[in-house]
């Protein structure tokens, strides 16, 4: 019988230790998420009853009656209306500010990155009444638009820090020899560093759409007829029977879980990117 050398049974055993950790994190994610799943379509009699751990009976009821009967696809379109201005928006002031951070050495510069950060100290609970005063005044409140740019205020910090910190992995020799041979400092941009910076473009994205998708205290207070998802559940749903719940918790998962797997080639690479 052989016998395992001393270095052999360390590596194993560290082997173990990270195989436990993966499947204990995986669990603290997966687990809730395919409850949801499960009781989103599982027959309501079967929730209570205590002989069966896992329902086998399923329907779409649920489902249906949330969306088509309680209109609740209202407010799911709401939702995906305002995370895809939210990234437009964030998009268009985050990359220019991204972009001159990471090329451009200006007084101040380590300073307006502190401001940036601290834009994220002030709770939103204290700014809610002045901000639902200009908002009334300005004539946005109770607007699509006026909660997707609420929500570019939380998401436009983290995207210029993000965009910033990727336009800092591209060597800018490439840009100096694109104008080298004739192309302009837009030419530049758009056929030279967009294509290498998509995959953090496309975390910034992801990042941006699922924190404009799960914000409720926002489109709550600056919103009473176009609501969007999570507002309106927190409203309505909330006081509904167990069965809406779990159907509105699984809607609520399933739009940001399509997208994030839609981008998540992009997150892997510009893992890679930041890695260099």
């Known amino acids: 019988m052989s016998r395992v050398a001393p270095g052999e ?13 993966a499947v204990i994190v995986s669990s603290w994610i997966l687990v809730p998420l395919a409850l949801i799943f499960i009781s989103a379509f599982a027959v309501p009699e079967e929730y209570y009853d205590l002989t069966r751990i896992i329902p086998t009976s399923f329907t779409l009821e649920n489902v249906n009656a949330l969306l088509f009967v309680l209109k609740e696809w209202k407010a799911t379109l709401n939702s995906i209306i305002v995370a895809l201005l939210t990234i437009a928006i964030s ?29 994220r100290m002030f709770p939103f609970m204290i ?4 901000l639902t005063i200009l908002y009334l005044n300005l004539g946005l409140s109770d607007t699509l638009l006026g909660v997707a740019i609420a929500h570019t205020s939380l998401a436009l910090p983290f995207v210029v820090l993000i965009t910033s910190s990727i336009f800092v992995s591209v060597p800018v020799e490439y840009e100096e020899a694109g104008m080298i041979f004739g192309l302009t400092r837009f030419e530049t941009f758009f056929r030279i560093t967009l294509p290498l910076i998509l995959p953090g473009l496309a975390a910034a994205a992801i990042f941006t759409f699922v924190m404009s998708w799960n914000e409720v205290f926002v489109a709550s207070v600056l919103t009473l007829v176009n609501r969007t998802l999570p507002a309106d559940i ?6 509904a029977p167990d069965p809406y719940k779990f159907a509105a918790g699984f809607i609520m998962v399933l739009p940001a879980m399509i997208f994030v797997f839609i981008a998540r080639k992009y997150l892997v690479a510009m893992w890679g990117i930041t890695l260099r």
């Not at 700014?127 to 002045?130: D, G, R």
């Open 9 to 21: 049974k360390t590596l194993i055993l560290k082997k173990l230790v990270i195989y436990a950790l």
């Open 91 to 119: 998009f268009a002031l985050g990359l220019p500010a991204g972009y001159a951070l990471a090329r451009y050495i200006f007084p101040g510069k380590d300073m307006f990155k502190l401001l940036i950060i601290s834009l």
């Open 127 to 130: 700014m809610a009444i002045p």
């Open 234 to 239: 927190l409203v309505s749903v909330l006081a």
